[in-house]
């Protein structure tokens, strides 16, 4: 088996989560300041070599009716772009991903500051962990 990256896609930030080899954890290791689609992608590129993997889980934000609104057809044309570059991009459903990352930085006592840096990436493992949970 590969690892897999897990990508939060926001307008201003992406969370970047990676799998342990056999797909069972998934754990944050950062995030990318998005400054358009040709750096952001170099970024993740450099991610998918330092993990040996061309396969992205991608949090597709749908409203919480389940209909995809704007927020996911950005991600979709990003993910689009990606395919572009050779990535397998699969797409994972991420309701309240952002909440439940937000809740647990809270739960952790750090300071409303310091969240911003964190909640992205905490988002991304939580993405990818119920991708790895659902295979």
């Known amino acids: 088996m590969a690892r897999v990256i897990g990508l939060d ?5 992406i969370g ?9 954890i998934a754990q944050s290791v950062g ?8 750096k952001d992608i170099a ?12 396969t992205l889980v991608l949090g597709l934000p749908k409203l919480l009716s ?17 395919e572009k570059h ?4 699969i797409y994972q459903d991420e309701r ?13 006592n750090m300071q409303r500051k310091d969240r911003k840096q ?4 905490i988002a991304a493992a939580i993405i990818l962990q119920v991708w790895l949970d659902k295979k």
């Open 66 to 82: 389940g209909i995809e609104g704007e927020q996911a057809q950005k991600t979709r044309a990003f993910g689009a772009e990606l």
């Open 16 to 24: 970047v989560a990676v799998s342990d080899p056999l797909q069972m």
């Open 31 to 38: 995030y990318i300041k998005r400054i358009g689609y040709s």
């Open 118 to 121: 964190h909640v992205d990436k």
């Open 43 to 54: 970024q993740i590129k450099e991610y998918a070599l330092q993990y040996e993997t061309k």
């Open 9 to 13: 896609v926001g307008d201003v930030r």
């Open 96 to 108: 309240l991903s952002s909440k439940t990352a937000e809740s647990v930085l809270i739960a952790g």
């Open 86 to 89: 050779g990535f397998e991009i």
